[in-house]
């Protein structure tokens, strides 16, 4: 799964490396976690543009928004097949920009944060599903989850799933293929290259949402480290 992303690079960095136009101001953040606004960035004519929308998927046709809470991630196995991803899937498709994401391993009675992102520091993409939902009164909300898929090498002893993380050159199709080339879409929903991506070990700050700055990535000796150099 995907639970805690962050997105701390500049405003000005994002809207270059994406190639989109920010439509609200954009805040470095250090841990987005579920129910938190997340950046996403949609086709908007015959550009990009990037907004601002709640981490957790709403569908169109539900009854309240308590839902999304449990649609932040969406399987890509199933996608073609949820009522929740479906329509979505086929129509509504969106980049969820990144510079770092965090898993946490089993270390004995407590759990390890490890930070993963590429070796080169650079921005990437999650793939995303948004929708759109009014309640009773009026009010629109959008909201949006984040696809998974089976992890690559790098992840596989931390958590058995891992964020769809999309290439550059798929943004395009991605964001305007038809609803007829749904399984040709499917076919980037695959683990990406752990030879491209790095990890390492944070501390337990970033296991409170409530914590959000840069101490939240900064790299942690593993417990063995510690000791050996004792």
Not at 9 to 25: D, G, N, Q, R, Y
Not at 47 to 72: Q, T, Y
Not at 144 to 160: F, G, K, R, W, Y
Not at 206 to 217: H, L, M, T, Y
Request: net charge negative; glycine share 4%.
């Amino acid at each position: 799964m995907c639970g805690r992303y962050r997105l701390s690079s500049s405003e000005e960095e994002v809207a270059e490396f994406f190639e989109a136009e920010p439509t609200e101001e954009l805040h470095p953040r250090y841990n987005i976690a579920p129910s938190q606004p997340m950046a996403v960035i949609r086709q908007v004519g015959p550009g990009r543009a990037i907004s601002m929308v709640r981490w957790g998927l709403v569908p169109f046709w539900a009854k309240d928004p308590s839902i999304g809470s449990r649609l932040i991630n969406g399987r890509s196995e199933t996608v073609l097949d949820k009522p929740s991803f479906r329509e979505p899937f086929a129509q509504r498709r969106c980049l969820v920009p990144a510079d770092g994401f965090y898993e946490w391993k089993k270390a004995g009675p407590r759990k390890q944060a490890f930070h993963f992102g590429m070796k080169d520091e650079s921005l990437f993409a999650f793939a995303g599903l948004w929708d759109h939902w009014k309640s009773p009164d009026g009010t629109i909300l959008e909201s949006c989850t984040i696809l998974t898929t089976a992890p690559n090498e790098l992840l596989q002893d931390v958590h058995d799933r891992m964020p769809v993380i999309l290439h550059h050159d798929h943004y395009d199709i991605w964001l305007t293929a038809a609803p007829a080339q749904r399984q040709k879409l499917r076919e980037l929903l695959v683990p990406f290259e752990s030879e491209l991506m790095a990890r390492y070990e944070v501390s337990s700050m970033v296991n409170s949402p409530q914590n959000d700055s840069p101490a939240c990535v900064e790299r942690v000796l593993p417990v063995h480290d510690l000791f050996s150099s004792i």
